[in-house]
């Protein structure tokens, strides 16, 4: 059974957050709280992360996950960014949003798009990931909590311990963070196109 770990949702706990990096670091996949919605994450090089989250989502190996960065240094390291799309995103985060940009070498090859060659990427604003994110020192490979069959994605800590305690390593439970995942943006073509409106403002992107 997962670990279940309950975090301050503003100021959460040290020592939580170093036994859920240090489970990271042992390859465990983890369900944790963001600025749009709970998500399941593992490290960006887990051998297991990539299968475990398609079998809990029931999704194919076309699935294009999320890499999420703790600050825009991170983010640079993985993408390539234009001046336009630079300034953009910049001004944008942290915040609910994910961002389809060309991936760099620092990508493995088996997390970007087969024949585009993008990636997802986002700076979420939550305390709690940016919490773990800084003592992870690396971004999480990353997919939205959305379970077969339902239309939301869970919401509360004590449910997601309920219904995947059997198939996470530990579930970090800092209350409510909403049901609406990130709005999507892709600058893949040089100018941004709202593929998804959810939690983030998309004005700045029309």
């Known amino acids: 059974m997962a670990r279940f770990l309950e975090v301050h949702p503003v100021d959460p706990q040290p020592r939580a957050i170093a036994?859920?990096?240090?489970?990271?670091?042992?390859?465990?996949?983890?369900?944790?709280?963001?600025?749009?919605?709970?998500?399941?994450?593992?490290?960006l090089d887990s051998p297991s992360g990539p299968e475990r989250i398609r079998e809990i989502r029931h999704l194919d190996a076309k699935h294009d996950f999320t890499l999420v960065c703790s600050d825009f240094h991170q983010l640079g390291s993985l993408v390539h960014l234009d001046n336009?799309?630079?300034?953009?995103?910049?001004?944008?985060?942290?915040?609910?949003?994910?961002?389809?940009?060309?991936a760099t070498k620092e990508v493995?090859?088996?997390l970007h798009h087969p024949k585009k060659k993008t990636v997802g990427v986002r700076i979420p604003e939550h305390p709690v990931v940016r919490a773990l994110l800084r003592e992870l020192g690396e971004p999480l490979l990353?997919?939205?909590?959305?379970?077969?069959?339902?239309?939301?994605?869970?919401?509360?800590?004590?449910?997601?311990?309920?219904?995947?305690?059997?198939?996470?390593?530990?579930?970090?439970?800092s209350?409510?963070?909403?049901?609406?995942?990130?709005?999507?943006?892709d600058f893949s073509s040089g100018v941004p196109e709202i593929v998804r409106v959810g939690a983030g403002d998309p004005t700045p992107f029309e």
């Open 19 to 43: 036994q859920t990096v240090a489970a990271l670091r042992d390859d465990a996949l983890i369900a944790y709280p963001t600025d749009s919605c709970y998500a399941l994450g593992a490290r």
């Open 84 to 102: 336009s799309a630079f300034r953009a995103i910049k001004a944008a985060t942290p915040g609910a949003y994910t961002f389809i940009l060309p």
């Open 108 to 110: 493995p090859r088996r």
């Open 142 to 173: 990353s997919s939205t909590l959305l379970l077969p069959g339902h239309e939301e994605p869970l919401t509360d800590g004590w449910q997601i311990n309920e219904e995947l305690g059997h198939a996470v390593d530990i579930v970090l439970d």
């Open 175 to 185: 209350g409510e963070c909403g049901t609406e995942p990130t709005t999507v943006v």
